[in-house]
């Protein structure tokens, strides 16, 4: 594996951020940098990370997914820590992004580092739990 590389900065948009609590389908922290320029994805690539686009999602445009065994440390752009709030998709954020290489077992490969989460334009998550409309016939 190649020389630590600096830091890139790039603006996002932030999906399924679990910033504050484990995905239950990686069993991480993990947040989806979504929507990205071309300068961001020619920084993320530069540090030797893939970036992604499916076509079923076009919503996401280019894109990658930072994970961590840590809570992600996010803050707004006046530095109010934000760990406690839950943030939804489509909320705006300047990014540091940095790689690390990793080995286990008989694996290795290079992961993305988050090292600095700015939201500028925060999208509120409300949980997504359905309304009582006081119809117990639909559960």
Wanted: hydrophobic residues 35%; charged residues 30%; aromatic residues 8%.
């Amino acid at each position: 594996m190649s020389e630590p590389q600096k830091p890139v900065k790039f603006r996002a948009e932030i999906m399924w951020s679990c910033h504050n609590k484990v995905n239950e389908m990686s069993g991480k922290y993990q947040m989806e940098l979504t929507n990205l320029s071309q300068n961001a994805v020619d920084a993320i690539k530069s540090l030797g990370l893939e970036v992604r686009k499916r076509d079923d999602k076009p919503e996401k445009g280019f894109f990658i997914t930072a994970k961590s065994n840590n809570p992600i440390k996010v803050f707004d752009a006046k530095g109010e820590d934000l760990s406690n709030v839950a943030i939804g998709n489509g909320s705006k954020a300047v990014v540091v992004l940095s790689s690390y290489d990793w080995a286990w077992k008989n694996k290795k490969g290079r992961s993305a580092s988050l090292k600095k989460v700015v939201v500028e334009e925060l999208q509120s998550y409300d949980g997504g739990e359905a309304e009582d409309d006081g119809d117990d016939d639909v559960l």
